[in-house]
């Protein structure tokens, strides 16, 4: 029977520091596709971002989960659901927030885009890291006046870690989910989307089980998905998602998907 494996990438695809996969969790891709097994990238970056890693190497893939969810692509590129954001919620959080030195306040585009108000190491890595093409500076003192982009997530950053004010309002609430992704990092985006609202979309589209849905990662912005499913944890994985897993396999480093898709699972 066919089923859905669903892999972050950062500490799990993708060891820390490291711009390419390990050779394991490639054959580890390339077998599931073999089989005829639905993969699925699940990430919080743009699909720019994620597909370069897998074109690159020429790893086979099919789905992309973009944004926490945002956005769900399927063959070759398309758009098969959206739920974006707007640069007026960008501007709301920038009022909010926005100010002291070490804060930030930014968001990622659909389209390969990052719009900011200022530099920060943060913003540094989203543009090296998802090769972003487009970086639009905004002046954090005027009021909206561009056309309004498709907004994947907007995010709150703080060099010193200093997030204790970084929370959604019950009334924003009812607008808005947010998750730490870092300690250092937290993620705005549309009411309802996670991961785990990217997996079950794709899991309906496909008509598979939910006992038949297999989700990998390691950070606050997995931790739904691998409620949701069956979840493995890496072994960098942060306490709440090692919490609320099946299993917990080997780090990134040490080839952990597939080791859980080999040793533990038995599925290649």
Do not use: W
Request: proline letters at 3%; charged letters at 25%; a negative charge.
């Amino acid at each position: 029977m066919r089923k859905l494996f669903c892999f972050d990438i950062d500490k799990t695809l993708l060891p820390a520091g490291q711009d390419a996969f390990p050779e394991k969790e490639k054959l580890a891709l390339q077998s599931l596709h073999e089989k005829k097994d639905a993969v699925a990238i699940a990430s919080g970056r743009n699909y720019d971002g994620i597909v370069q890693y897998l074109e690159k190497e020429q790893i086979p893939f099919t789905y992309v989960i973009a944004g926490n969810g945002a956005a769900i692509y399927g063959e070759k590129g398309a758009l098969l659901d959206e739920h974006p954001l707007t640069l007026e919620d960008l501007y709301l959080f920038r009022d909010l927030f926005y100010g002291p030195e070490a804060t930030n306040v930014y968001a990622l585009g659909r389209d390969n885009s990052i719009y900011l108000f200022k530099d920060d190491p943060h913003t540094d890595f989203e543009i090296a890291a998802n090769k972003l093409r487009l970086v639009k500076h905004l002046d954090a003192h005027e009021s909206l006046s561009l056309d309004n982009p498709h907004l994947l997530k907007v995010l709150l950053s703080n060099t010193k870690g200093d997030t204790k004010s970084f929370r959604l309002t019950k009334a924003q609430q009812r607008k808005y989910d947010a998750v730490f992704s870092s300690p250092q990092t937290f993620e705005i985006m549309a009411k309802g989307m996670d991961k785990a609202y990217g997996v079950e979309f794709l899991r309906k589209h496909l008509g598979i089980a939910s006992k038949d849905v297999y989700c990998f990662g390691d950070a606050g912005n997995d931790v739904g998905m691998l409620n949701a499913f069956n979840g493995i944890a890496m072994g960098e994985a942060t306490p709440e998602c090692r919490k609320v897993c099946k299993m917990t396999t080997k780090s990134s480093q040490d080839d952990g998907v597939y080791f859980a898709l080999h040793d533990l699972l038995k599925e290649i």
